[in-house]
């Protein structure tokens, strides 16, 4: 973290404090546990030099979905969080555009697994730049990607619709895997055998007219991966939500991970078989010219998205 350039500020618990202020106890629950959501959002200087956040409402409208699924009550409205967030940024003197990290999490209370029916459930938002999520290279020229040995957790163990912070311990594993064999990212296939979704990305992969991505079974409904579905359908291709097996994959012409930190990064090659080209490829190229066009306010038609700080 002390490498990164953080915003000045920290929302926590309704009240704004330093960064070096937000510190907790390591009787903590959910640091033992894991019982825990967060969020990821980006905000970005657009076009007339004003600062937007992109689709904030349906980034805090999942963060209630994953309390729901965890059974932690927000001491928060909707509408609380929703301005905390673009207070923070207004604090935060990162005036080139930031990302946010709304993260809930239960405090210091009484340890074990039973964490009690009203456990004290604390609430911070941080700040901080975050460049390229794969790295420049991969930005520019498309990622290298491995598939891994670990898989998504089945449907009835992880809550893939909630961002829930111990449920990251797999794509942890699979990333650290897929990394020490040089590669950029690792791709989780689903318990069934079929492709998932990426360590912190959903996936797409082109053939022709047609564009795939996984249904929503074992992934989380990612806020790009929605953008993109209507950016691609818009643009005359038709777009298939099923799961997919990694050889289908491997014959894709082109694929592409989806994210808010990774927003959209080409993929280039899947366990040494390069996808197409082995470069970025056009319909990502558009896809990618949409969404820029959508987080810099220069798409008049979708301004909604974006809330100005
Ligand atoms: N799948 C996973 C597992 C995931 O973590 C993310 C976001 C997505 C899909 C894409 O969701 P969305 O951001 O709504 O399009 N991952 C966040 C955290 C990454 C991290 O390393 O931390 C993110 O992109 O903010």
New binding site residues.
């Given amino acids: 973290m002390s490498e990164r350039k953080i915003g000045k500020a920290v929302w926590w618990n309704g009240k704004f404090v330093a960064p070096e202020e937000a510190k907790t106890s390591v009787f903590t629950h959910t640091l033992h546990y894991g019982l825990g959501a967060f969020e ?2 980006r905000c970005y200087k657009t076009a007339d030099g004003r600062l937007a956040v992109f689709r904030l409402r349906e ?1 805090v409208e ?1 963060f209630f979905d994953s309390c729901k699924i965890i059974e932690l009550k927000l001491p928060f409205t909707q509408t609380e969080l929703f301005n905390a967030c673009i207070e923070t940024v207004r604090r935060s003197g990162l005036t080139e555009g930031c ?1 946010l990290r709304p993260l809930v999490y239960i405090g210091d209370g009484p340890l074990g697994v039973f964490p009690g029916f009203n456990p004290p459930v604390e609430v911070a938002i941080m700040t901080w730049f975050w460049g390229a ?1 794969l790295g420049q290279e991969a930005k520019e020229k498309g990622a290298r990607v491995k598939i891994s040995s670990f898989s998504r957790g089945h449907v009835n163990s992880a809550m893939s619709k909630g ?1 829930i912070s111990g449920q ?1 311990i797999t ?1 942890i594993l699979a990333k650290l895997e897929v990394k020490r064999a040089g590669y950029d990212e690792a791709l989780l296939l689903d318990t069934d055998g079929y492709v998932a ?6 996936i797409f992969i082109v053939k022709g007219k047609t564009i795939k991505t996984t249904s929503l079974t074992s ?7 929605a953008t993109i579905i209507e950016f691609a359908r818009e643009e005359g291709y038709e777009v298939i939500e099923e799961r997919f097996t990694r050889d289908e994959l491997y014959c894709a012409s082109e694929a592409f991970f ?5 927003e959209i990064t080409p993929i280039r090659e899947v366990d040494n078989r390069a996808l197409g080209d082995g470069c970025p490829g056009p319909v990502t190229q558009k896809l990618w010219a949409r969404y820029s066009d959508a987080i810099f306010g220069r798409d008049l038609r979708r301004k909604e998205w974006l809330t100005y700080v």
């Fill in positions: 990821g959002i980034h999942r990302y999520y961002k990251y794509g979704e990426g360590s912190g990305e959903n992934i989380l409904n990612g806020i790009t991966r989806t994210g808010t930190a990774a």
